[in-house]
């Protein structure tokens, strides 16, 4: 990315990982390495559907993979209406999930990025922490 002044483009690599801890390594067994060929893909899902709605496996290719990715992290409709966002109230923290239980809302899975926390008078959207965003060497 780069801002007005024109200075060089951070690419993706270049960022540094979050944490440094893998929480999903198997320590118990004394498998800390990860293979990038069997650990990366076990950690995508089994399939995705790609725009024209066919099955895809991820792990098949590398450009398969990035595909993958790219859908399961796409913010496309939220940027859409990011500056209209303000209209529909207050910008604060939602409250927590036994509350939103408390309120009558049903918890329900949401498998879209932006989704995540949107909620009716009946329903709240949650989607789970994929996989992929747990692990520092992905």
Not at 46 to 60: G, L, M, V
Not at 89 to 104: A, K, T, V
Request: aromatic share 8%; with cysteine.
């Amino acid at each position: 990315m780069s801002d007005q002044d024109g200075d060089v483009e951070m690419t993706r690599a270049a960022q540094p990982s979050p944490f440094h801890t893998s929480i999903l390594s198997d320590t118990d067994r004394g498998v800390d390495e990860l293979d990038i060929d069997d650990a990366y893909a076990s950690l995508l899902p089994a399939a995705y559907r790609d725009a024209h709605e066919n099955s895809i496996d991820p792990s098949a290719s590398e450009t398969t993979m990035l595909e993958c990715i790219d859908i399961e992290l796409n913010l496309k409709r939220l940027a859409d209406v990011h500056d209209w966002v303000w209209l529909a109230g207050r910008s604060m923290p939602p409250p927590p999930l036994h509350y939103q239980n408390l309120l009558g809302r049903q918890i329900q899975v949401a498998e879209q990025m932006d989704m995540h926390l949107v909620w009716s008078k009946s329903k709240i959207w949650i989607k789970s922490i994929e996989q992929f965003l747990m692990e520092p060497r992905f």
